[in-house]
């Protein structure tokens, strides 16, 4: 029975459009199991997502988020480390949990009109600065 309990919390935490979108217009920040690339890009993050679209190579649905915390491949790989902006492919988000808290700033560098690595967006965050 513990693991039919186990399996009912995975498949409620699991990210749908519906959730993200909601994330998104809520400013809520959320946690997410990322089943990235390796090294190091496997595991929990807590993110501030912004804006969900579909990639420019592949049209995969991706999502862009500010990156507080949790696992990163960004050290091994030469870019800035945590915080900062990721582009998170949607179908790699294993789970996706509301954590309760919000964010009211815009992070540096944000863009109010969109994404420049999506070819086309669903939703971004509003800001009132």
């Given at each position: 029975?513990?693991?039919?309990?186990?399996?009912?919390?995975?498949?409620?935490?699991?990210?749908?459009?519906?959730?993200?979108?909601?994330?998104?217009?809520?400013?809520?920040?959320?946690?997410?199991?990322?089943?990235?690339?390796?090294?190091?890009?496997?595991?929990?993050?807590?993110?501030?997502?912004?804006?969900?679209?579909?990639?420019?190579?592949?049209?995969?649905?991706?999502?862009?988020?500010?990156?507080?915390?949790?696992?990163?491949?960004t050290a091994s790989i030469g870019e800035k480390p945590l915080p900062g902006w990721r582009l998170f492919r949607v179908d790699k988000i294993f789970t996706y949990k509301n954590t309760m808290s919000t964010f009211n700033e815009p992070r540096?560098?944000?863009?109010?009109?969109?994404?420049?690595?999506?070819?086309?967006?669903?939703?971004?965050?509003?800001?009132?600065?």
């Open positions: 029975m513990n693991l039919l309990n186990t399996f009912k919390v995975i498949l409620n935490e699991i990210a749908s459009l519906n959730d993200i979108e909601k994330s998104i217009r809520n400013k809520n920040v959320v946690t997410i199991y990322y089943d990235g690339d390796e090294p190091g890009g496997k595991g929990l993050r807590t993110i501030e997502p912004v804006c969900l679209g579909k990639s420019k190579g592949g049209n995969n649905m991706v999502l862009r988020a500010w990156d507080t915390e949790g696992a990163s491949n540096p560098n944000y863009n109010p009109n969109g994404d420049n690595s999506m070819s086309s967006v669903i939703l971004n965050a509003k800001f009132n600065t």
